[in-house]
């Protein structure tokens, strides 16, 4: 309020800290509870309680909105990559990364389902993730990285490409029965331990 007593308006220029997190929090609700036919800007907007103009600010439309989502859950997995050290213990990194990209993979299935729906939004993600370079096929690259670290040696008998799709498509796997399978039947699955401990042996 003014000396004068009027109620001043709100701010302009930068929206208030906390905005660009609570705008994925809800895009994140609506995919799970609506799905993507639900996802407008406004509709996100209004679940977050801004003001609409702050998603185009922060993520321009809706496919810079959903790459946030995914850029969002992709921070564990980054952590744990930036923990690794070759000269340490190959099983626990591979276990470690795994469990990393099985919760990321549990996070973001919701948004690949709601960017495969719509053919127009599909097309302009897919523009966009081949400009960054990003997409699955970085967790490949990823784990591969670490299982050259540990055996430079090993590239010329075992295909490392291969075992770290093997490790990264059981990751998946695992997310994808949790989201779609029952209970028993997820449980029943070999644990990111058990997986790791079938692969290792290909090095030796």
């Known amino acids: 309020?003014?000396?004068?007593?009027?109620?001043?308006?709100?701010?302009?220029?930068?929206?208030?800290?906390?905005?660009?997190?609570?705008?994925?929090?809800?895009?994140?609700?609506?995919?799970?509870?609506?799905?993507?036919?639900?996802?407008?800007?406004?509709?996100?907007?209004?679940?977050?309680?801004?003001?609409?103009?702050?998603?185009?600010?922060?993520?321009?439309?809706?496919?810079?909105?959903?790459?946030a989502v995914v850029q969002r859950h992709l921070r564990p997995v980054k952590d744990v990559l930036g923990d690794i050290d070759a000269h340490r213990d190959l099983r626990a990194d591979l276990v470690a990364l795994m469990e990393a990209l099985e919760d990321?993979?549990?996070?973001?299935?919701?948004?690949?389902?709601?960017?495969?729906?719509?053919?127009?939004?599909?097309?302009?993600y897919l523009d966009r993730a081949q400009e960054a370079d990003i997409g699955p096929h970085r967790a490949v690259d990823a784990m591969q990285a670490r299982l050259a670290a540990a055996q430079p040696s090993a590239s010329s008998a075992v295909n490392l490409r291969a075992a770290a799709l093997l490790l990264v498509g059981a990751a998946h796997q695992r997310a994808l029965q949790r989201h779609l399978s029952p209970a028993s039947a997820f449980t029943s699955l070999p644990s990111p331990a058990d997986i790791v401990d079938t692969v290792l042996p290909l090095f030796g």
């Open 104 to 124: 990321f993979f549990v996070a973001t299935i919701p948004v690949a389902a709601a960017i495969q729906s719509d053919a127009e939004l599909r097309a302009r």
């Open 1 to 67: 309020m003014t000396a004068s007593g009027r109620v001043e308006g709100r701010r302009r220029g930068r929206p208030s800290t906390g905005v660009r997190d609570a705008v994925i929090a809800a895009a994140e609700r609506i995919l799970a509870e609506e799905g993507v036919a639900r996802l407008s800007t406004k509709g996100v907007a209004d679940r977050a309680g801004v003001a609409e103009s702050s998603i185009f600010y922060h993520f321009r439309d809706r496919t810079g909105l959903l790459q």
